[in-house]
């Protein structure tokens, strides 16, 4: 089972990797990051990107719905923002948050390739 900074630099190797996080919904920081700019600070989009979350899982429990969160997409004009929640016992209380540039990126090979390192990692 790869550890956090093999599954952090396994997300950078996605076509069109901008950045990754590992964040604490709990808390709204990011445990671990890969990738990311000066202009693009992965320790603030995985604050912000936590508020989306949390709204998505007051929604799924305000409608009364017996389901879960898979992954969240946010499309802007040139990224796509991706929130994979971690489903294992040990990954409870995080998510993955992975920013693609938008022209670069395939969105489907994307969500496979972040829900397989999902699936392997070991927090």
């Known amino acids: ?31 671990g990051t890969a990738g990311g700019s000066r202009d693009f600070d992965l320790t603030v989009a995985a604050a912000g990107n936590t508020e989306v979350f949390l709204a998505n899982m007051r929604a799924i429990e305000m409608l009364g719905l017996n389901d879960s969160i898979e992954d969240i997409l946010v499309t802007l004009t040139g990224q796509y923002h991706v929130i994979r929640p971690l489903t294992g016992r040990s990954g409870r209380g995080l998510f993955l948050y992975l920013a693609l ?12 390739q972040l829900r397989r390192i999902e699936a392997n990692l070991e927090v």
């Open 1 to 31: 089972m790869p550890d956090m900074d093999v599954a952090l630099k396994d997300a950078m190797q996605i076509e069109g990797a901008i950045g990754v996080a590992l964040v604490d919904y709990t808390s709204g920081m990011a445990l």
């Open 101 to 112: 540039h938008k022209t670069r990126a395939n969105l489907a090979l994307a969500r496979h």
